[in-house]
């Protein structure tokens, strides 16, 4: 018994360091894949929400919305007046927290097997997800799903108020982070979901209401108008105004097809990451724009599914190579 155990520590401890390293080597590979790429802000908006966060972080905080150009919220303005102000200290916070929230939402969908859920937060750098918050100055496109699919999970647990607490923070990075209260579906019972909700919008509300209260807050004064290639301009005629009602309506179809698919998978592990997907598919088919940048909101929730899918493959086999029952939905650790 005593030699058995002794044979079985060299596993055990290789199969620690291969979960830690599914962690590490993906955020290494971010810093790295960023300081290749020069640490550099790119033409994107970062200035502007330099700007507009160092005003947040002055005694004139209450102007930081002055501008209705200014379209991030609180926590991207906090973030980026701050480490803002060296362009190498937020490439090198934000390219890492990209990789590493892949490999946690994979985890979060149960996929045990660090192969796969590490090298999900590979594909991250190689696709260049873990590049947009820098570049295009717009991390809420790549991080905002990836922390829906976190809320789906907890929801699907039964820790509603947790998941809505974390959809109510993602508008405090860009406000359409509020649409992943459609996740809360997800929850087992609906006045859960109907509790996390109430504490969603709350959250977002505490985080915006001292700026409206401010007086300077300029935010829903922007107008957008339509322009090629958005799905929407085959409809719409180009140049079309697209202000704040027409976006209140574009959230309310977005959050509609979230729910939809998270009722429809509400028993399949594929919801928690389904249902944030189609969330943002139902969004941009009514944006007046298509930005690069906004196609890796599509990217995150895709990597999971496809670590997901890969996992549930290979749990199939070793089922049916083995003839035993599954364990857990990630298969072999």
Not at 14 to 35: K, N, T
Not at 57 to 86: C, E, K, M, T
Not at 209 to 231: E, I
Request: hydrophobic letters at 55%; a positive charge.
């Amino acid at each position: 018994m005593g030699e058995l155990a002794v044979a079985q520590r060299p596993r055990a401890r290789a199969g620690r360091l291969s979960h830690v390293a599914a962690w590490v080597v993906p955020a290494a590979a971010a810093m790295i894949d960023a300081l290749r790429h020069g640490l550099s802000y790119g033409d994107g908006d970062a200035h502007i929400f330099i700007a507009a966060g160092r005003t947040l972080l002055s005694g004139q905080w209450s102007h930081a919305f002055s501008h209705s150009v200014v379209q991030a919220g609180p926590l991207q303005l906090a973030l980026f007046g701050s480490l803002g102000r060296s362009s190498e200290a937020l490439t090198l916070v934000l390219a890492p927290a990209v990789a590493l929230l892949v490999v946690a939402a994979v985890r979060a969908t149960g996929v045990t097997n660090p192969v796969l859920y590490g090298g999900a937060g590979l594909f991250a750098v190689a696709t260049g997800l873990t590049r947009v918050g820098y570049v295009a100055g717009h991390p809420a496109d790549a991080v905002l799903p990836l922390i829906w699919i976190l809320a789906a999970a907890d929801a699907r647990r039964g820790h509603a108020r947790r998941a809505g607490l974390l959809v109510g923070l993602c508008a405090g990075l860009e406000t359409w982070g509020i649409l992943g209260v459609a996740v809360l579906a997800l929850a087992p019972r609906r006045r859960e979901a109907a509790i996390g909700t109430v504490v969603a919008g709350a959250t977002a509300a505490a985080l915006f209401l001292p700026f409206l209260l401010g007086g300077h807050f300029a935010m829903f004064s922007l107008q957008w108008q339509v322009r090629p290639p958005a799905p929407i301009s085959l409809f719409v005629a180009a140049g079309t105004p697209y202000g704040w009602p027409l976006r209140l309506a574009q959230g309310l179809f977005a959050v509609g097809a979230g729910v939809a698919v998270a009722r429809l998978l509400r028993d399949s592990p594929h919801g928690v990451w389904a249902a944030p997907l189609a969330t943002v598919c139902a969004r941009l088919l009514l944006d007046p724009l298509l930005l690069s940048y906004y196609l890796a909101a599509l990217k995150g929730p895709a990597l999971v599914g496809a670590a997901v899918g890969a996992s549930s493959l290979l749990l199939k086999r070793g089922v049916e190579s083995s003839g035993r029952a599954p364990a857990a939905l990630g298969g072999s650790r």
